[in-house]
């Protein structure tokens, strides 16, 4: 059992926190970058110049990368101006000497900057030492920062969650979770409209911070 702190502030990604508590974590949640500091430090800390050392509040950290800062999370979730906050969560949570730090976004690669330098962000194949995640589709650096580890994802890297209906599907054996989706709205009566609001959005997936906080735990 872990103790976890996510960072996310759309309730759409939040489908796998029922997941993670489920598998016998305690999982605080923060939606924008004050609380997530508040959380780490504690209410009393954040904002002073100077954190004073303590023990490692939770056993790894799960953050989104772009979300919503200061009195501009007041504003509706259409209407929030975000920033890639998410690299200044790994920073304090590393200062914060938390073990494990993840990081997992859905961006889309052509429409926001941060995100399309991803790619510049897989393993160099000439360096044989650097060590690395291994997923079922990329593998990513494992970053050492202070005493954490730190990985940072994107959705394609793991195995991609939907939601329709409420339900869950992620990818089997045989099929993938798209494929399971479709298949359980051809079989249940209602619910075509969902499916098909599904298909029609290229970024559709939902994140899965259950399968981040799994990844972690093989670095």
Known sequence: MSSILLIEDNEKH???????????????????????????????????SNHPTFPPKYDAVLT?????????????????TQAPLGLSVIFAAARAKIPRIGMLTDSN??????SATWDF??????????????????????????????IMLDERDLQRLYVIDGQKFRADKTSDGFQLASKYAQ???????????????????VK??????????TI
Not at 131 to 141: A, L, Q
Not at 194 to 199: G, Y
Request: hydrophobic share 35%; glycine share 6%.
């Open 14 to 48: 939040l489908a796998s926190l029922d997941d993670l508590i489920t598998a016998g974590n305690t999982v605080d949640v923060a939606t924008d970058f004050d609380g997530a500091m508040e959380k780490l430090f504690g209410k009393e800390r954040y904002g002073t």
């Open 64 to 80: 989104d990368l772009n979300f919503c800062y200061g009195a501009d999370c007041a504003s509706s979730q259409e209407s929030r």
């Open 109 to 114: 690669h052509q429409s926001n900057a941060i």
């Open 121 to 150: 962000l897989y393993p160099d194949s000439k360096n044989p030492d650097e060590k690395r995640w291994i997923g079922s589709n990329h593998s990513r650096p494992i970053w050492q920062l202070n005493d954490s580890k730190v």
């Open 187 to 205: 079989q249940k009566t209602g619910i075509q409209s969902q499916f098909e609001a599904l298909k029609a959005v290229p970024h559709s997936v």
């Open 208 to 217: 899965d911070y259950f399968a981040l906080n799994e990844a972690l735990k």
